[in-house]
């Protein structure tokens, strides 16, 4: 009696329980076990219907012809021994190997490199505004150092003097400006 894994009847057991041929042992697991019953009871209709099927036994000429090429077929094997058909084995690996070498120590050639035509350029856009639109860029000349020297704000003597010559603020709106920077920047003087 065929089992398989965990103790139930393979298949050519419930085969053979199903032709009626089956083993003594093999009957009473399947009157014990409940896996096995139920496999049994799913395929006892099946092969009822299989043995219904009116299936037409081969013609004469097809078992003729059947054996005549399995004779064609075996008296055209080739009876080399067995290591007679691997003995080029060892050269293939070999020649793979050389293939494999070659192919790593030739030096390789850099692959060309295509560069594309370079597409038309857009003005570059700028948050600033242009030289001659922006009023700050006179004040940054008075502050910034020049090429020339220290500029015309070198010789401020104070915060209010800077700003009253920059900008050219009144003595009022300078002293007014002085204030508001000196309580933002936390400084008294």
């Known amino acids: 009696m065929r089992r398989v894994t965990g103790g139930h009847l393979g298949e050519d057991a419930l085969i053979d329980l199903m032709d009626g041929v089956a083993s003594a042992d093999a009957r009473e697991h399947a009157a014990s076990c409940l896996h096995c019953r139920a496999r049994l009871e799913q395929a006892v209709p099946g092969l009822e219907l299989a043995r219904q099927a009116d299936v037409p036994e081969p013609s004469p000429l097809f078992w003729q012809s059947f054996r005549s090429q399995v004779d064609r077929r075996i008296a055209g094997r080739d ?26 120590l030739l030096p390789r050639a850099p692959a060309p490199v295509s560069v594309a035509p370079s597409a038309p350029g857009l003005p ?27 500029g015309p704000l070198a010789e401020c003597q104070g915060l209010g003097d800077c700003m009253t010559e920059a900008a050219a603020l009144s003595e009022e709106e300078t002293a007014v400006l ?9 400084t008294e003087s």
């Open 79 to 104: 009876p080399a021994p067995v290591w007679k058909r691997f003995a080029a084995g060892p050269w293939l690996a070999a020649a793979a190997a050389v293939l494999v070498a070659v192919a790593l």
């Open 124 to 150: 570059a856009w700028s948050a600033l505004p242009s030289a001659d639109e922006d009023p700050g860029l006179d004040i940054l000349a008075a502050v910034v150092p020049g090429a020339g020297g220290l």
């Open 178 to 186: 002085t204030e508001a920077l000196r309580r933002e920047l936390g």
